[in-house]
């Protein structure tokens, strides 16, 4: 497909690609992959492109699409990458008027990329594990382990962006300013992500709050969190100040005013890092795993431990004791992190998106 401009014969703008994302997010799935998503598509909209989600049937979901500012369609009762999803999503690609796809499933293997793409889409699948080979055009993974994965391409011709460098990050951390350590501690940010299927919170406030020293908690609550009533009773029996936020349309300050922070080991590890916000993760996934293991070599991280195993509430309140008072160490990774990324993933994808 050739390089499109942007003007017709009339003098009018046209979008360069009409691209439709197919992706889903909820209580099971958590929000990183339609977060990753919209940020793809907000730097999109910056060349015109026109950008139409078709996701599952959780209003919470498509309420989300639409405050970004995007079309929201849904695909009801199917299973994901199944044949009959397939038929549908095709089906709404043509309704849509669609050139291009992102796909951000695991369930969207080489056959449903294959099938796709011969339709004459311009595919795009974000990835993050690598299990196949690719039949599409395009394939992103900015995780920091992506470069050590074995991807393969089985069409001959697919492009890999690989690496934090391809980070998709949410546009509030596209342009954020390098940040210093400062002497003390004075607020610590606990993050799980759009859902709190393990029921960490409480543990984590429950941690926080044993700890010795001066300083806030900040928790954010998500929108598929489903222990929301035991996470306000023990903020309410803490003796230290701890303020719940539901379900913020923005974290970017948060992480901004934040000293140090607690996170679930998925995409907010990268925003985190963006931010200069030191970060003790905890592995709530078996994918996270290659993630954490390269954030943690590159400095930018301190493992906190795995959901399930014996010691995980200990190992948080060493790490984070630790890094309260060792002030040397954050401004380490403060460093590490920004230097790691520099939050224009999204820009560059979209550009090579746009450009063929």
């Not at 607020?187 to 010795?212: E, F, I, K, Q, R």
């Not at 009533?229 to 539901?246: K, M, S």
């Not at 907010?268 to 795993?289: M, S």
């Amino acid at each position: 497909m050739g390089h499109r401009s942007p003007v017709d014969s009339g003098g009018a703008r046209m979008p360069r690609r009409s691209v439709l994302f197919r992706v889903d997010a909820g209580p099971d799935i958590g929000l990183g992959h339609l977060q990753r998503c919209l940020s793809l598509a907000s730097a999109l909209r910056r060349f015109d492109a026109r950008c139409i989600f078709l996701t599952n049937r959780v209003r919470a979901v498509q309420s989300r699409v639409r405050a970004f500012g995007f079309e929201a369609d849904r695909l009801e009762g199917l299973e994901s990458g199944g044949t009959e999803n397939l038929k549908r999503t095709l089906e709404k690609a043509v309704r849509h008027q669609c050139d291009a796809m992102v796909v951000d499933s695991y369930h969207a293997d080489a056959d449903y990329l294959g099938l796709l793409r011969a339709t004459g889409l311009f595919v795009v699948a974000v990835d993050d594990l690598a299990r196949h080979p690719f039949p599409c055009q395009l394939v992103v993974n900015g995780g920091a382990h992506a470069l050590h994965l074995p991807y393969r391409s089985s069409s001959g011709d697919t492009r890999f962006l690989l690496g934090p460098r391809y980070a998709l990050l949410h546009p509030e951390f596209w342009d954020t300013p390098p940040r210093t350590v400062q002497q003390t501690s004075g607020n610590v940010l606990v993050t799980l992500g759009g859902a709190d299927p393990h029921n960490l919170m409480p543990m984590l406030l429950s941690v926080l709050d044993d700890l010795p020293g001066e300083f806030t908690v900040t928790a954010i609550v998500g929108p598929f969190f489903k222990n929301r009533t035991e996470i306000q009773a023990t903020a309410n029996g803490c003796r230290r100040p701890v303020r719940l936020i539901r379900s913020p349309d923005s974290i970017r300050d948060l992480m901004l005013q934040a000293d140090l922070a607690i996170s679930a080991g998925g995409q907010t590890l990268y925003e985190l890092a963006a931010a200069g916000t030191p970060t003790v993760a905890v592995q709530v996934a078996d994918n996270q795993v290659a993630s954490m293991r390269a954030l943690v070599a590159e400095g930018v991280v301190y493992t906190g431990g795995c959901v399930g195993e014996a010691r995980l509430r200990d190992r948080v309140r060493e790490a984070v004791k630790m890094l309260l008072v060792d002030k040397d160490t954050r401004a380490r990774m403060i460093a590490a992190g920004q230097r790691l990324l520099d939050g224009q993933g999204a820009r560059r994808i979209a550009e090579v998106m746009v450009s063929v």
